[in-house]
């Protein structure tokens, strides 16, 4: 837990209730959100059993977790991966800069992931001197804000496309604008750039399947292809809660997570990862 969002965070509860184009932001967000979920469970005649299949295969998972974490780190590395074991955010932030400093790495280029978040990876990369630049677009801007995620799915959830466009004059240095499409492509050139020039990829992991070693993860808008393949390096920092059991199981969970998540049938790019 980060103590010091602890000791503010009356303040800040206080603040954003106040917010009104937060409060608006969200509650628009939120609403969309939940109705496209309700629409895509409903296109699935068996959604609940669906959901009790994945109950019980995450309950299966949970009561043999160390079997499937040794199943999972052999097939991994059998494959060509390389696993390490963090105790904690701490030590998985010393993994990440060691393996950061043996490659003399300067740019890291990272996708969306909340348990990068949690460990303050950004920050520890920071203080080594490597720049650690988020590619989601969402968790970009919020960046270029230095403001941290306000939605686990959708990061710059509280941001007018108005305070975009202000941000990218100011730190892109672009004419201003407030056009969609022209800030997409602003960003997207920016973006490119750096994943040519990156040392190392960043991302989180959806799932990892004990069965082969493979790690999925989900996406849109293509980032995560791009962090996972040009950099010669690619981390993904996977909490032990991703494992499943077998290959098979991935068709029950890509049934019921992107409808829950985003409210779509499925994600536009999944990207399944065996070894180096």
């Known amino acids: 837990m980060n103590h010091l969002t602890t000791e503010t965070f009356d303040a800040n509860a206080r603040a954003a209730l106040t917010d009104l184009q937060l409060r608006g932001a969200l509650r628009q967000a939120t609403s969309l959100f939940g109705k496209r979920r ?17 109950r019980r295969i995450k309950d299966e998972t949970l009561l043999h977790l160390d079997r499937y974490l040794e199943e999972f780190t052999a097939n991994a590395e059998k494959a060509g991966a390389r696993i390490h074991w963090a105790r904690d955010a701490a030590e998985a932030n010393e993994i990440v800069k060691r ?16 348990t990068t978040e949690e460990i303050h990876l950004n920050a520890a990369l920071e203080a080594e001197g490597i720049e650690a630049l988020e590619t989601d677009l969402g968790e970009y801007i919020i960046q270029l804000a230095g403001e941290t995620p306000s939605h686990i799915i959708a990061p710059a959830i509280h941001k007018t496309r108005h305070q975009i466009a202000e941000l990218f004059v100011e730190k892109l240095g672009i004419a201003p604008t407030d056009d969609i499409p022209t800030l997409t492509i602003t960003a997207r050139r920016v973006l ?7 040392d190392i990829g960043i991302s989180g992991v959806n799932f990892g399947v004990a069965e082969t070693g493979t790690i999925l993860i989900l996406e849109n808008e293509g980032n995560i292809r791009l962090t996972t393949s040009l950099p010669k390096t690619h981390i993904a920092v996977m909490g032990i809660e991703k494992v499943i059991p077998r290959f098979e199981d991935l068709e029950v969970f890509l049934k019921l997570l992107p409808r829950s998540g985003t409210g779509q049938h499925l994600t536009a790019y999944q990207s399944l990862i065996t070894g180096a």
């Open 192 to 198: 490119r750039e750096k994943f040519g020039a990156a």
């Open 99 to 114: 393996l950061a400093r043996e490659r003399a790495a300067r740019l890291v280029v990272k996708s969306k992931s909340m």
């Open 38 to 54: 309700l629409a895509a469970a409903q296109s699935l005649p068996d959604w609940e059993d669906l959901r009790t299949q994945a």
